[in-house]
Structure formats: C-alpha cells, structure tokens
DNA sequence: AGTGCAGTTGACTTT
DNA sequence: TAAAGTCAACTGCAC
C-alpha cells in the first residue's frame, strides 16, 4: 500500500526515522509542499525559501538515485494531501513532528481534522530530542539523551517508488510573491553542504571554537554554521551528536576536547529551547511572563525600528552586526543577544515587533529556539535574569582591533582607532572625511539605565515570584547548572532542580 | 626592613 | 549569554 511520506523540515533521507518508517510500509511517495499561506507570514524570507530551494534540488537528486521522485507541490496542504491521495490510492501520511510557529501548528491542526474525517493515518514521528506531549521537564534531558544514543538509521534499505508519479516544479521566490531580499553572502542549502561543514568543524575550525566563538569576527569560522542545515533537516542533530562524539573519543582533552563539549552542551540546549516552543506555541505571540506584557508601548517607534534594522543607530558595534546580518544571514550566537537585548532595552521596543525583523533574517530561522529567544533576551519570561548588553563595551571586547566594525561601517573610515566604538566623541565626527554616520538615536548610558529600573522593577512587584515559580516549573532547565538564585525562593523544587549531572 | 597608601585584581553581590 | 558595584586581598612604591 503506497505511502505519502510529507517533507516539512527534514530536508534528508539519512537518519530520517519518518521515512525509515514510512519505507517499512509500503511504495514510498515523498512530497514537500509549498504553501503560499506560510511563505505569506511575518517571519518567512527569500532567504529561507533560497536555502530550502537548494536543498530541494539537492534531495529530488539523491531521491532519484534510489528511483524515488520526489513529488514538489505548491498550494494549500490538505488540498494538496488529498489529491495525491486520492490520484495515488494512498491512506497513509507520515511526517516527522514539526515545532513550527503558530501558523504551522493551526494547518497541522487543519490537516489531521482533515485526514480523521477521510480515514487517512497520519502518524508523525520525532526526529529530535524534542518531546509532544511532555508531561514535565522532569526527567526531559534523560530522554532527549537517550534518542540521541539511539542508532543513526541509515538509507531505508528495499525503498520502493510509487509510479507515475510528476515531479513538479520548484517555484522561485518571486512567484511565492517574496519581497526582494539580497543576501549576498548566505550559505547555500543541500546535504553535502552540511556534511562538508560537518566534516571541516570537526576536523579543523572546530579547534579554537570555545574562545572564538563570542567574536563575530572569528565565530564566522570557528562556528560549526551547521545552523541552517538543523533548521531545514538536511542534517539530523543525532547525526551532528554523534559524529561529534566520535570525535571527543578520539580526542578527549585539551583545545578540542574542550571545543567539542561545549559544542555539546549547545545541541542540547538547542533541543531544550524547542521544547519550549513545542509545549507552548504562544510563545510566538504572548510574554511568557503576563507581568509584561505592561513593560512596552506595543506599537514601536518606527524611526528607531528601521534605524536598527537596517544597521543605522549610531551605534557602531551594533550597526556593524545587524549590516553583517542582513548580508550573510548569520550571526555569532553572542552578538545575537546583543542586536535583540539592545532593541528591547536601549531602543524600548516590543520584541514582537523586532522578533519578525530577526526571523526574515536568519537565514537559518528555527522557530523553536527563536521566540524563546526573543523572549528571554527582552526581559519578559520572569525567569531570566536581564541581561543588559553594552554595545560600546562589546564592541571593545569582541573587535579589539576594530577590524569588523570598519568593515562594515566604511562611513567610519577617517575616525581614529580610539573613537571607533564611540564616533561621536571624537572631534572630527562633524566632518567624517565628507561621509555620513548618524549620532548615536539614543544615549546608551541613560536608556540601560532606564530599562534596567524599569524591567528590575517588575521583578520585585508583588506576585512576581509566584508567576516566576510556575514558569520556571513548566519550563527552565532542570540542569544544575542553571540553578540560580531566581528560581531558588518561593516554593523550591531542589530534587528536580538538582536531579542531574550525577 | 617595615609601614602606609594608592591603585589593582578577583570573588561575590546587586540590579 | 550582562554590567556595575562592593569589599577584601594584594601589589608596587615611597619613605
């Protein structure tokens, strides 16, 4: 019995536990699907649908060569599901578990009521250590460890086509009707993409990660820039787990050692920020903290938006990141926090309004880490202390030599090494060499220190440490290590809080 | 040689 | 994944 195998995020036949699945059932008809509604969305770019384009091209190759074709439909989801199903003799779906944004998870919701009314199976498979339907994080890192313990499943042996199958167009980004996004420098999508990444991290660049990675100077290569390959599943995080484990066998202490753990700890914490979105999808829309919502004026100042946006604050560190961003898609993981916290504490904007900026740009945009994200670096989940970033100080310790900032600020060409971070001290910055650079939009002094009284204050207002308290239980890392004195008041959990690491 | 002191460093706390 | 403040210990140096 022919099996419809649909492609969400998983963009790769290897350690893809859906289509191992799906192939021990029957004629295998794999489908992705190009839903004009998603591409419409506030958090969807060029640069996404650029990527995934490519992996597409690079997956409907590796498909033929196993006599698959891969099937590539552009419209509504059920409609498109039913066809195929009904042209195809099809009764079952399978996919693996997306954690998806708001939108994904209403036509997940429309699909399945769609598919019950039909009679059609649709069975969805985890491909992460990403868990539906936790019942708590207690116990949580157990079990994403014990999935990436499991074996890396190789090609489905014996996978048969269905026939007659057309493969159908992959549509551009202007028929999707996406605005124009130059990105000049992103990476490209496909598998051997990923593998050689994988492949160079692992052997080389890797060595030097754990000091490098803080600079977006040197993260650029230090950095494993796996990102976007986990994003649309052209690589499986176990396949990363586990390579790199190999790795740490065979080279257990020192530079590399240290390098690989750390690298580690990140591909779980990326699970553990999915598993937020997954057990709470309004994550996307709502503070987790209802204290607040209250915090900012939810309609942003438009000049200070676009100014940050588009790298123009005057405040050169930060200019320099998010010009680097819009042009490579890509950002250190550090200067990330950075751009977000100095948007919503210096610039006093509501992160659902600079959230979406930073989806279209990430190139490697992954809803689950992102809006948790977004959260936790404005100040709105209660149980994160603030983190109040200085762009000045940043920029003096992440560029010493200024070389990334003059890069991307040619305008800064003429200000002598000693102002670069702060220009508008300097007192040539009036002329510029004939070239223009705005005054910094805000006083970076004053406005940290009006968003720190002001989000400290919500911490210390009544009931916050009960709301604290439920959030933390719903949601923060039972890890040891993030035991903090935040979440030790109230009604402490200690054998929860301290169940690992033993 | 020991003492006093300004300045520095680092651990720890507060916001 | 922060930054600023506090305080004690330490350092270098003058006398």
Redesign the pocket.
């Known amino acids: 019995m022919n099996v419809l195998m649909w492609l969400k995020r998983d963009l790769r036949l290897h350690d893809h536990p859906a289509l191992t699945l799906a192939a021990g059932l029957g004629p295998v008809l794999p489908v992705y699907i190009v839903e004009p509604e998603l591409w419409a969305q506030h958090d969807a770019a060029a640069r996404h649908w650029g990527f995934i384009a490519e992996s597409l091209q690079a997956l409907r190759a590796d498909s033929a060569a196993l006599g698959l074709t891969l099937a590539i439909r552009t419209g509504d989801a059920v409609e498109v599901l039913a066809r195929l199903c009904a042209r195809h003799g099809i009764s079952r779906i399978i996919s693996h578990e997306e954690t998806g944004n708001l939108w994904s998870f209403a036509r997940d919701r429309r699909v399945a009521a769609w598919a019950r009314d039909q009679g059609i199976d649709w069975i969805e498979v985890p491909q992460s250590g990403v868990i539906r339907r936790l019942p708590s994080r207690d116990g949580w890192q157990a079990r994403r460890d014990g999935f990436m313990a499991g074996p890396v499943l190789l090609l489905p042996q014996g996978l048969r086509g269905v026939d007659g199958v057309e493969a159908g167009p992959i549509p551009t980004a202007r028929a999707l009707r996406l605005a124009e996004d130059r990105c000049p420098h992103r990476q490209r999508g496909g598998r051997d993409e990923g593998l050689g990444l994988l492949d160079s991290f692992l052997s080389q660049r890797g060595e030097r990660y754990r000091a490098a990675m803080s600079s977006p100077e040197t993260g650029e290569r230090a950095c494993s820039r796996l990102s976007p390959h986990f994003a649309f599943g052209t690589l499986s995080i176990r396949e990363a787990v586990q390579a790199t484990a190999a790795r740490q066998a065979t080279r257990p202490g020192g530079q590399w050692g240290g390098a690989l753990s750390s690298f580690q700890s990140r591909l779980a914490w990326r699970d553990h920020f999915m598993q937020k979105l997954e057990d709470q999808p309004t994550i996307e829309t709502d503070c987790l903290s209802q204290a607040a919502e209250a915090l900012r004026p939810r309609i942003p100042d438009a000049s200070r938006l676009a100014a940050w946006a588009s790298g123009e604050t005057g405040l050169p560190f930060l200019d320099a990141c998010m010009r680097y961003l819009v042009a490579t898609g890509w950002l250190n993981?550090?200067m990330r926090?950075m751009v977000m916290a100095t948007a919503s504490y210096h610039l006093w904007l509501d992160w659902r309004a600079t959230g979406p900026v930073l989806a279209r740009l990430f190139a490697d945009y992954e809803p689950g880490i992102h809006w948790p994200q977004v959260q936790?670096q404005s100040g709105v989940t209660a149980i994160?202390?603030?983190?109040?970033?200085?762009p000045v100080?940043?920029g003096l310790e992440q560029d010493p030599n200024g070389v990334f900032t003059r890069r991307w600020l040619p305008e800064l060409a003429s200000v002598p090494d000693a102002f670069l971070q702060e220009p508008w001290k300097w007192p040539g910055f009036a002329t510029l060499a004939g070239r223009r650079y705005p005054e910094p939009i805000i006083d970076p002094a004053a406005a940290q220190r009006a968003a720190?009284?002001a989000v400290?204050a919500l911490r210390r207002a009544p009931g916050h440490k009960d709301e604290a308290s439920a959030i933390a239980d719903r949601h923060a890392s039972r890890s040891a290590r993030r035991f903090s004195?935040a979440r030790s008041g109230g009604k402490a959990r200690p054998s929860a809080q301290l169940s690992f690491e033993l």
Do not use: E, H, L, V
């Open positions: 993981f550090r926090a936790m994160n202390t603030p983190r109040i970033y200085n100080k940043q720190r009284d400290w004195p």
